[in-house]
């Protein structure tokens, strides 16, 4: 079975801070993709980022970034010098490579952005 | 192009009423999912289709619920009998998984609250 476990609620930062989103997943296949969607307060999933697993590179986007480590089941993302519109609801999710292509959600981390 | 569209945006029924949750995915993708945000629960699969079939409704939480999707494009998430615990937000999201797993769009999702 698969999991995927974001143990962080709530963060609450102040603007220009960084900020690290954890996200932990179980899966006994080898072949499998991560992803991050970001839910503002207006409730659509936006998506962010995906990874294949077997590409273990770091990347970059602007203000954002992902670390993937596969030796720790990891997928964190940072957001550097955070902004009030960053505000929102962050969900970390994997899809296996079996067929069925249901991503399968962690439960969340609301970050809050306080000016 | 336009992104998944999902009518109505807001629905509030009768404790026993059926609904009608209509998704119009992104144009030329052929996969369709529907998902279920509820505060006790998260964001959780219920249905997938490839085309017009569904060959995943594992996610279905009862018999009350079921799915179609007609001509490749549009589907229709129905709810007989409609109970309290079916208030959620209702997610629709499509993708174009050709050889692969693609990623999945979102629409606005539609809330639906059952008096």
């Known amino acids: 079975a698969q999991k995927v476990t974001q143990a962080q609620t709530e963060i609450s930062v102040v603007e220009k801070e960084d900020v690290t989103l954890d996200c932990v997943y179980e899966?006994?296949?080898?072949?499998?993709?991560l992803f991050w969607y970001k839910q503002p307060p207006s409730g659509e999933l936006v998506f962010l980022i995906r990874?294949?697993?077997?590409?273990?590179q770091n990347e970059i986007s602007g203000r954002y970034s992902w670390n993937f480590q596969k030796s720790t089941s990891s997928f964190n993302f940072t957001i550097t010098a955070s902004q009030v519109v960053d505000s929102a609801v962050y969900f970390c999710?994997?899809?296996?490579?079996?067929?069925?292509?249901?991503?399968?959600f962690g439960t969340g981390t609301r970050l809050l952005v306080s000016p | 192009g336009a992104g998944v569209s999902q009518s109505p945006s807001n629905k509030v029924t009768e404790k026993g009423k059926d609904v009608e949750l209509r998704c119009d995915p992104i144009?030329?993708?052929?996969?369709l999912y529907w998902y279920r945000q509820s505060l006790g629960q998260g964001l959780e699969f219920l249905i997938y289709?490839?085309?017009?079939?569904?060959?995943?409704k594992s996610g279905l939480p009862s018999d009350r619920f079921s799915a179609e999707r007609t001509g490749g494009s549009v589907s229709t998430l129905t709810i007989q009998r409609t109970q309290q615990e079916d208030s959620a937000v209702y997610l629709c999201?499509?993708?174009?998984?050709?050889?692969?797993?693609?990623?999945?769009?979102f629409g606005p999702g539609t809330r639906l609250t059952v008096l």
């Open positions: 999201a499509s993708s174009s998984p050709a050889g692969g797993i693609d990623t999945q769009y």
């Open positions: 899966t006994r296949d080898t072949t499998y993709y």
């Open positions: 990874r294949n697993s077997f590409d273990e």
């Open positions: 999710a994997l899809i296996v490579n079996t067929g069925f292509q249901k991503l399968v």
């Open positions: 144009s030329g993708h052929t996969a």
């Open positions: 289709f490839q085309g017009n079939s569904a060959p995943d």
